[in-house]
């Protein structure tokens, strides 16, 4: 399976083509070998670009999105791409979109879709929220715009619970390493304690992975959205300045309020204080939008020495520095650094954020951290101010969008009942027409405004109820779509158990890094709930995916970025037009490593055209045409013999590369070995063999399928080449260049000689004769007979 592409107006890129030609020609050599290969395509369609010109032309998304498809399609059919178009999806269309809601219906059934207030990343321009994600340099990812903060009301999905599994799972699949590190981090398990101090009446649980450092802890820090603040603020004298500090932080989207190089900013609770668990001291308590609430418990405990941020905190608002690790021998410049540090020596701006032995920690001094780490927590622990904690960067999935090309969320408000869900039996819901796409100024849907179509009976008390007008974000239907590829045309399930069990998982998935943490990261979250829930047969196992590769992109020529204001973008549909498919094809696969981004290089295509050219020259001289028949060359003149012999030789060669090239996706190699065999084809233009010629088609094929197709056409050959056999090499034909030629004398072995595989019986002979050993024997002897058995053994009888 290649990534489903978005179909845009712009048609197919380059790039998209990559991925497609290199799955398809593994597509196609499993088929040869005779596997039973589903190889699919369908349309990722929903989403802001279509949406987009819909709002500024008026035209309904669902033409210009079929218009897109059809362009596309042919595209992708001028390439030779086998798809199974019997299997064509398209998100878009509500017989699939059926299935994506009744998805969010299973997960709002189990409570894993919710609704909450949430702080979204809102870009002004689009009018839309954005997923963390889709927030790049803290600009919209679509249009650039510098993205804001607004509270919504949003449909949430619950991915953290399955946070553990998404990361454990992991071990089950083959994926690139730097794909299953980047998951990873994305989820971002860790473990530490929560600790709890306390701060007069109140309990301000910190989450902290040292608990070994709570002895340097010289003051709390509040994220400025804790519940805490509101409920205290009667204790806290300066309260005004509190909440100047909240408003200015609700506008800074969280990479400022992270980002390491940018100044820390606080304010202190002034008028109430914190103790330290573990000694009894006051400490001071700030509120600093370093800290986040949805991480963690919203607080922390900070330890200037030790930290770096706190370091930096603590260095602008004059805050003690009480340092309590000292590093171990082994880290020499570690140990100045903080011995100058806890001097407080002027020039120093580091923490030591090492491991070491315990100082200034009262009864643990001594310890080395890893081991204080258990003891004070299992201190504090007896006490009951400390529990083992586990917490994820993972947040939950922001799953709704103010728009209206996605699939609508199948939910029903009633002013009695609350959230109802849409009784199954009513999916779809189809998007209703509407006058306008785009969304209100306050950043509504347009459904909104579709009264007719808002205004409905609850499904549960029949009162009046309004339906839910937020649409599903861009990942939702690409979420199961593997699943539907097995069974796309079921109007009575997602798919049925049977055919999920034949096919799923899908063995291979070609797509690109970009995805790693979005639609990865979802699509195997998605996939897990239906198989908890028992839609996918437990057979296939937790993992959609058994193996993922990703290709590069290709870039402009240079190695600048294709790009329409670059004035470098290259169509597809001109070089087929100019060269056709194939050249394109190998071109695109001989450009360089699959996995690699790579410049695009036009003079490149040239070298294809070349190959092909020089192979329809060869073929032509291997095929020969008589009156009404034509037919390939049966056998060979005697006098071609060792030339159709080293032919053979080295195409069993060809054969091995290409065969493990593909299946590693090393396409260039295996175009170039293929170049190579065509060289040597060249010296010897008449001495291809018939079976040679036809294993040779087979192995081009892949890569120049209409190519082959034609040549093997020509050549008279029986059915199509893409389905003959895909040939097999001789191990023994590679390995035996040289051999081992046994010396026997009446015999008996008296001697070996290492040579050439198709040395002949009497240089072989004159060889023999010349040995030291031999001479013995044959030393004034006669020779009465010589055996010589070709690339084993000579025998002299004397
Ligand atoms: C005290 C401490 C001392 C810490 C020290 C670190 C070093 P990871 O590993 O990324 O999970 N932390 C906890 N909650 C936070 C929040 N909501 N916002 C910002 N920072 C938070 O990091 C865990 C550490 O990040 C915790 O351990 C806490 O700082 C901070 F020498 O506690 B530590
Ligand atoms: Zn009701």
């Known amino acids: 399976m290649v990534e489903f592409p978005y179909p845009s107006g712009k048609g197919l890129h380059i790039g998209h083509c990559r991925s497609y030609i290199g799955l398809d020609i593994v597509a196609r050599k499993k088929r040869m070998e005779g596997f039973n290969v589903l190889f699919p395509m369908g349309w990722d369609a929903f989403g802001l670009p279509t949406e987009n010109y819909a709002v500024k032309t008026g035209i309904h998304p ?169 409920k205290i603020k009667n204790q806290i004298v300066n309260y005004k300045f509190i909440e100047e500090y909240i408003e200015k932080s609700k506008k800074k989207v969280e990479r400022e309020r992270i980002s390491e190089d940018k100044e820390k900013t606080g304010v202190e609770l002034k008028g109430i204080k914190a103790i330290n668990p573990v000694n009894g001291r006051e400490i001071p308590i700030f509120i600093a939008d370093y800290v986040l609430m949805h991480y963690g418990t919203g607080a922390i405990m900070a330890v200037p020495a030790h930290d770096q941020r706190d370091f930096d905190f603590a260095k602008r608002y004059n805050l003690a520095v009480i340092k309590v690790i000292k590093p171990t021998e082994t880290t020499e410049t570690a140990t100045e650094n903080s011995s100058q540090l806890i001097e407080g020596k002027a020039g120093v701006s580091q923490a030591y954020e090492g491991e070491g032995i315990l100082i200034n920690s009262g009864r643990f001094t001594g310890i080395k951290s890893e081991r204080a780490r258990e003891k004070i927590t299992e201190r504090l622990s007896k006490r009951g101010l400390a529990k083992r904690g586990v917490y994820y960067k993972l947040r939950d999935w922001v799953f709704s969008r103010q728009r209206y090309w996605g699939e609508p969320i199948p939910m029903v408000k009633c002013k009695k009942c609350g959230w109802v869900p849409v009784p199954e039996k009513d999916l779809p ?26 205004n409905v009976k609850c499904p549960k008390c029949g009162g009046p109820a309004k339906r839910e007008t937020d649409v599903m974000p861009n990942w939702a239907g690409s979420n199961w779509y593997y699943l ?126 070349k190959f092909l050219e020089k192979v329809w020259k060869l073929a032509d001289k291997t095929i020969v045409f008589q009156k009404n028949r034509i037919h390939c060359r049966e056998s060979l003149g005697e006098e071609k013999k060792k030339e159709s012999q080293d032919l053979k030789r080295i195409l069993q060669k060809t054969i091995k590369k290409v065969s493990e090239n593909i299946d590693s996706l090393k396409f260039n190699t295996a175009v170039s070995s293929l170049m190579e065999f065509s060289n040597d084809w060249a010296r010897n233009e008449d001495s291809l063999k018939k079976e ?107």
Not at 514 to 526: C, D, G, K
Not at 744 to 756: A, H, L, P
């Open 62 to 230: 669902a033409i210009v999105t079929k218009k897109n498809t059809v362009n596309f399609k042919r595209q992708q059919k001028n390439l030779g791409l086998s798809f199974d178009w019997s299997r064509e999806i398209n998100t878009t269309d509500p017989d699939y979109y059926k299935w994506t809601q009744w998805i969010f219906l299973q997960l709002f059934k189990k409570g894993l879709a919710y609704k909450s207030k949430m702080p979204i990343n809102w870009c002004p321009s689009c009018k839309i929220g954005l997923a963390n994600e889709e927030v790049v340099d803290g600009k919209c990812e679509r249009c650039g715009a510098e993205v804001t903060k607004k509270e919504k009301e949003q449909w949430m999905l619950k991915i953290t619970k399955y946070a553990e599994r998404l990361i454990d799972d992991l071990s089950y699949v083959d994926y690139p390493r730097r794909v299953k590190i980047s998951q990873k981090e994305w989820i971002g398990k860790s473990e530490g304690i929560e600790i709890e101090f306390k701060a007069g009446e109140n309990k301000i649980p910190v989450f902290t992975t040292r608990p070994d450092t709570l002895f340097g802890c010289s003051y709390l820090v509040m994220a400025p959205e804790h519940p805490l603040i509101e």
């Open 429 to 454: 819901i189809k998007l209703p027409k509407v006058k306008e796409y785009k969304p209100t100024e306050e950043g509504e849907s347009p459904l909104t405004k579709v009264e007719n179509w808002v």
């Open 484 to 609: 539907r590829y097995c069974d796309p045309q079921n109007d009575k399930k997602l798919a049925s158990p049977e055919l999920l069990k034949y096919w799923m998982p899908v063995d291979w998935y070609n797509g690109g890094m970009e995805h790693t943490t979005l639609h990865l990261l979802y699509s195997r979250f998605i996939y897990k709930f239906l198989w908890d829930i028992g839609v996918v047969p437990k057979l296939v196992g937790p993992e959609p995916y058994r193996k993922r590769t990703s290709h590069g992109v290709i870039l402009g020529e240079g190695g600048i970025k294709m790009s329409k204001s670059k004035g470098n973008i290259i169509n597809p549909d001109e070089i087929v037009r100019e060269y056709g498919a194939d050249i394109l094809r190998l071109y695109e696969m001989f450009l360089g490593p699959f996995k690699q981004a790579i410049p695009w290089n036009t003079k490149g295509l040239k070298g294809a055209k």
């Open 692 to 798: 040679d010629f036809k294993n040779f088609l087979k192995i081009l094929s892949p890569f120049a399928p209409h190519f082959s197709e034609e040549v093997w056409i020509r050549a008279g050959f029986k059915s199509i080449c893409s389905k003959a056999k895909w040939p097999k090499y001789e191990q023994k034909l590679i390995e035996r260049e040289t051999i081992i030629l046994i010396v026997q004398i009446n015999g008996r072995i008296r001697d070996k000689i290492e040579t050439r595989t198709d040395i002949a019986k009497e240089e072989a002979e004159k060889i023999g004769l010349s040995l030291e050993k031999i001479k013995k024997w044959t030393d004034g002897k006669k020779i009465k007979r010589t055996i010589f058995v070709p690339g084993r053994l000579i025998n002299f009888v004397v």
